[in-house]
């Protein structure tokens, strides 16, 4: 999601945009695919195919990168409170508008934690580290290798229902600090060729909060527009 302020004194990288809107190319084929699923046509299995089990943690693991690198390119060398309580309450808000609205459609598989509210919360939880590069990284390897090596993470509160998209701040945190890191040692002026598909993940990213917010239920109801009309 395009969650960085940008202000008159700070460039636009574009890496950070082509990240974001590779993420929504991502987010967009697995919610398609999610969806089709749903009506019954195609057979997948989300949580034991290894594909389908990873792709939506690849997604969430770039959109968080994204957040970290962000964070530390907007409030270094100072934190701008203001801009990032101005942020924080958007994104809190829409995340919002995600549980009440899940509630009420979905009541079996509501969204009470999802990507936007975890972003939320692991950045009220990661910009007091946007100055101390190396303690992020200690902090990213803290929570992320006893998730690699040993699958335990720190607890994160979880309801009895499955829901749709549950994205605990722990261990996700690690990989906002993973991404403080590596704007430390400038990964996001890493320059790519400019060509119609890069400039083209550069525009999604730019959108990325708009179409992750509108993406799902225009595919959804697309596919449950096209069922009906498949099978009267």
């Known amino acids: 999601m395009n969650m960085n302020e ?85 994104l809190a808000m829409l995340a919002l508008i995600i549980s009440v609205s899940t509630y009420f459609m979905f009541p079996d598989r509501w969204i009470y934690f999802g990507t936007l509210h975890s972003i939320a919360v692991t950045s009220l939880m990661a910009i007091p580290f946007v100055r101390f590069p190396k303690l992020s990284l200690i902090l990213s390897l803290a929570f992320l290798l006893p998730v690699i090596l040993f699958k335990w993470s720190v607890p994160w509160f979880e309801l009895p229902h499955k829901s749709m998209d549950y994205i605990p701040a722990f261990p996700w945190v690690g990989v906002v600090f993973l991404g403080i ?52």
């Open 6 to 90: 940008i202000t008159p004194n700070k460039p636009r990288y574009q890496i950070l945009d082509q990240i974001r809107g590779f993420a929504v190319v991502l987010m967009i084929i697995f919610h398609l695919s999610y969806d089709l699923a749903v009506f019954g046509h195609v057979d997948i299995e989300f949580q034991k195919d290894p594909l389908w089990w990873g792709f939506p943690r690849l997604i969430v693991f770039l959109f968080m990168i994204a957040v970290g690198l962000s964070l530390r390119l907007v409030h270094v060398p100072t934190i701008k409170w203001k801009g990032f309580w101005k942020r924080w309450l958007k």
């Open 181 to 232: 890191f590596l704007n430390s040692v400038n990964f996001h002026k890493i320059s790519l060729p400019t060509n119609p598909p890069l400039n083209g993940l550069s525009w999604l990213g730019k959108h990325s909060l708009v179409i992750y917010m509108l993406h799902q239920p225009i595919l959804y109801g697309a596919v449950m527009l096209a069922t009906k009309v498949l099978r009267p």
